[in-house]
C-alpha cells in the first residue's frame, strides 16, 4: 500500500480486483474476480442474466460490500468513504421512476455534490459552468429548465449521463445505461464515452446487454458465467465462438452473422 | 386574523392595538377592555404563534420522511413516533407521575422521549437485519414497531378507564390551555433542527432519487439517514408531546409546497414551514369556531381536510 498517493501521479493500472467476492445477504453473487484495466481502457462485462454482471459493478463501487482487493490508483476502495469513492468513481445505472421533480439544470447539479464545499453546499462559478458544459455535451442545454418528470426516457437518460459526466471521475461504470435509448442515441452515448476515454485520463467499465456495442466499447472483455470469470482479455482471445456459445447457452456468432445477413439483403435492395 | 375571531371576537383593528400596546409599548385605546387585552394577549397569540410553529415543524419533518424513505406517503408517523409518544404520555397519565420541578412538562417530555426512544429502536432494529438500510425495510420495520407499541396503548386504556377521555383527548391533538412557556420551549428546537436541515437539503434532493445513486454520487447514505430521520423525529416528536398527536399536516403540506415552488430542498423545507404553518393556523381556527363555543380537537379537523387529500395523491399516482 502507498502511504502517500500525489494529485497527478498516474499508475499503472486504474483498477485493480484482486480475487473479489461479494453478493447479498451472506450469500456471494460473484467469486474470485481478477482483472485490471489501465488509464484510457475500457472493460465490457458480458454475460447471461443473473450471472452477477451488476453485482460485480455495485461491488467495484463499493456499493456493496466485499472481499478480496479492490484498487483504485493502488487505493484499497474498501477504505475509501463514500465521499472518496464517488470523487473517483462514478456509476450509471438503469434509472428507476423518478418520485419527485427536478428541473433538468438541478438534477445535473446535483451530480456536483462531492466537489461542492461549505455547510450549504453552494455551487461555485466553476461548478455552474461544469454543468453547462455537460448539458451541451448530451444536448440538453437548451431545455435545462423543464423538469425531468416531463421529459422521455431517452432525454431522462441523457440527463443521468451529464450528471455523471458532472461528477468528473476518472472511471465510469456503467450498468446497462442504454435500456431507454433508441439506436442512434444508443450509439452517441458509446461514441462519447469511448472519446472521452481515450484522452488517457478516464476509463469506462460498462455492463452493456447489446454484444454490438459492448465491442464498440470495450478495449477489454470479461466474460461471466455463474458469477465466475469464465474468460477475461481482449476482443480476439476473450471473445471467441466456444466461449460465446458456451456462457450465453446458444450458437451467438450464427445468430450474429444470420442478422448481417438479412441487413446486407437489406443494403443490397 | 387567527388571533382576533375566537368566541370571544375582537376585531382586527383593536388586535392590531394591541399588539402595538404590547410589542412597543403604545398607548393602548381607551375603547378596548382590559378583557380583550388578557385574551388577545395571553391566550389567542402563543396559542396562534404554536399553532403556527407546530404546523411548520411537522411539515417540515413530513417532507424530509416523504424524501429520506422516498415514498410520498410517508410521515414520522409510519416509524411510529406518534405510538411511541402516546405510551409515553399514556404513563404520564395513568400514573400521575411527575418530575419536580418540571410539573406540567412531563407530559411532553415523557412523549418526546418515548417518540424519539421508538424511531431509535425502529431505525437500529432496521439496521441490525439489513446493512444497507433499505427504505421498505424501514417502513416494514416501522409499520409493525407501531402496531405493537399501539397493542400496548390499547392494554393501558383498557387498565385505566377512570384515564382514557383524558388520553384520548391528548391523541386527538388540541392547542387550547397553551400559554407562551410551551413556546418557549418548542421554538428554539425548532429553529435549531431546521437549521441543521438546511444544511442536508443536497443530501435531501439526492436521496429522492434513490439510495445507490446517493451513495454512488457520494452521500453516506447510512448516516445521513440516521441524521435526518432523528431530526425529522425530534420535530415531530416535540411538537406532538404539547399539542397531542395531529395528522395528515405533516403529509399535506409538503406536497403541495413541492407542487407549487417545485423539489428542490432548499426552497421545499422553508416553504413547507410557512405552509404548514399557515394551514395549521386555520385549521385551529376552524376547529375553534365552527361549533363555538364548544372546541374540536384540532386534529380531527386536519383529518378531515387530510384525509381526502391523502386518498387523492394515491389516486393520481396511480393513474401514471
Given at each position: 500500500m502507498h502511504m502517500f498517493i500525489f494529485q497527478n501521479e498516474r499508475f499503472d493500472n486504474m483498477l485493480e480486483l484482486n480475487n473479489v467476492s461479494a453478493g447479498y445477504d451472506g450469500f456471494d453473487?460473484?467469486?474470485n474476480i481478477s482483472l485490471n484495466i489501465k488509464y484510457g481502457e475500457n472493460l465490457c462485462i458480458l454475460g447471461p442474466n443473473g450471472c452477477g454482471k451488476s453485482t460485480l459493478i455495485k461491488a467495484i463501487a463499493g456499493l456493496i460490500p466485499s472481499t478480496g482487493q479492490i484498487l483504485m490508483d493502488n487505493e484499497n476502495v474498501g477504505k475509501m468513504n463514500r465521499h472518496e469513492i464517488a470523487r473517483k468513481i462514478a456509476v450509471m445505472n438503469q434509472i428507476s421512476s423518478v418520485y419527485f421533480s427536478y428541473s433538468i439544470y438541478e438534477t445535473v447539479l446535483l451530480g456536483r455534490y462531492v466537489h461542492m464545499k461549505g455547510p450549504f453546499k453552494q455551487p461555485t462559478e466553476y461548478d455552474e459552468d461544469c454543468v453547462d458544459r455537460c448539458l451541451k455535451a448530451v444536448e440538453l442545454y437548451d431545455i435545462k429548465?423543464?423538469?425531468?418528470?416531463?421529459?422521455s426516457g431517452g432525454q431522462l437518460q441523457r440527463v443521468f449521463l451529464a450528471r455523471t459526466l458532472a461528477q468528473e471521475p476518472n472511471i465510469i461504470l456503467l450498468d446497462?445505461?442504454?435500456?431507454?435509448?433508441d439506436l442512434r442515441y444508443q450509439t452517441e452515448l458509446i461514441d462519447y464515452l469511448n472519446e472521452w476515454s481515450k484522452d488517457g485520463k478516464h476509463s469506462v467499465v460498462g455492463v452493456l446487454h447489446d454484444i454490438n456495442l459492448a465491442l464498440t466499447l470495450g478495449d477489454k472483455f470479461v466474460l461471466l458465467e455463474e458469477g465466475s470469470i469464465a474468460s477475461y482479455g481482449n476482443a480476439e482471445t476473450a471473445v471467441t465462438v466456444e466461449k460465446l456459445d458456451k456462457v450465453f447457452n446458444m450458437d451467438v456468432v450464427s445468430y450474429m452473422l444470420n442478422s448481417l445477413g438479412k441487413w446486407k439483403t437489406i443494403a443490397t435492395q | 386574523m387567527g388571533i382576533g375571531i375566537g368566541s370571544v371576537s375582537v376585531n382586527f383593528r383593536d388586535t392590531t392595538s394591541i399588539l402595538m400596546h404590547k410589542i412597543f409599548s403604545r398607548p393602548l385605546p381607551d375603547h378596548i377592555p382590559d378583557a380583550s387585552v388578557s385574551i388577545v394577549w395571553s391566550l389567542r397569540i402563543p396559542r396562534t404563534l404554536l399553532a403556527f410553529i407546530v404546523g411548520g415543524a411537522l411539515s417540515v419533518s413530513g417532507a424530509v420522511m416523504q424524501s429520506v424513505l422516498k415514498n410520498?406517503?410517508?410521515?414520522s408517523y409510519t416509524l411510529g413516533v406518534s405510538s411511541g409518544a402516546s405510551v409515553g404520555a399514556g404513563i404520564v397519565i395513568l400514573t400521575g407521575f411527575t418530575i419536580p420541578f418540571l410539573g406540567g412538562f412531563t407530559l411532553p417530555l415523557f412523549g418526546l422521549i418515548f417518540g424519539l426512544l421508538t424511531v431509535f429502536i425502529v431505525v437500529s432494529f432496521t439496521e441490525k437485519i439489513?446493512?444497507?438500510?433499505?427504505n421498505n425495510t424501514i417502513v416494514l420495520v416501522g409499520m409493525v414497531f407501531s402496531l405493537f407499541v399501539n397493542a400496548i396503548l390499547t392494554l393501558m386504556s383498557a387498565l385505566g378507564r377512570d384515564h382514557i377521555q383524558q388520553l384520548i383527548f391528548w391523541q386527538m391533538?388540541?392547542?387550547?390551555?397553551?400559554?407562551w412557556s410551551s413556546l418557549i420551549i418548542l421554538f428554539p428546537i425548532m429553529l435549531v433542527c431546521v437549521l441543521i436541515l438546511m444544511r442536508y437539503t443536497r443530501e435531501l434532493d439526492l436521496l429522492t432519487f434513490g439510495e445507490e445513486q446517493a451513495s454512488a454520487v457520494g452521500v453516506d447514505t447510512n448516516k445521513v439517514k440516521w441524521i435526518l430521520l432523528g431530526l425529522s423525529a425530534a420535530l415531530t416528536g416535540s411538537s406532538i408531546s404539547f399539542v397531542g398527536v395531529i395528522g395528515f399536516i405533516d403529509l399535506v403540506a409538503p406536497h403541495i409546497v413541492r407542487k407549487v415552488f417545485g423539489s428542490t430542498h432548499r426552497i421545499v423545507i422553508p416553504m413547507s414551514i410557512l405552509v404548514g404553518g399557515a394551514f395549521m393556523v386555520i385549521c385551529d381556527l376552524v376547529a375553534r369556531t365552527i361549533v363555538s363555543p364548544t372546541e374540536l380537537p384540532v386534529g380531527s379537523v386536519t383529518a378531515l381536510v387530510g384525509a381526502p387529500f391523502f386518498a387523492y395523491v394515491y389516486f393520481s399516482k396511480r393513474k401514471v
Open positions: 453473487v460473484i467469486n429548465d423543464k423538469q425531468i418528470s416531463t421529459l446497462e445505461p442504454t435500456n431507454h435509448l | 410520498p406517503l410517508a410521515s439489513d446493512r444497507n438500510m433499505s391533538g388540541s392547542f387550547s390551555s397553551r400559554e
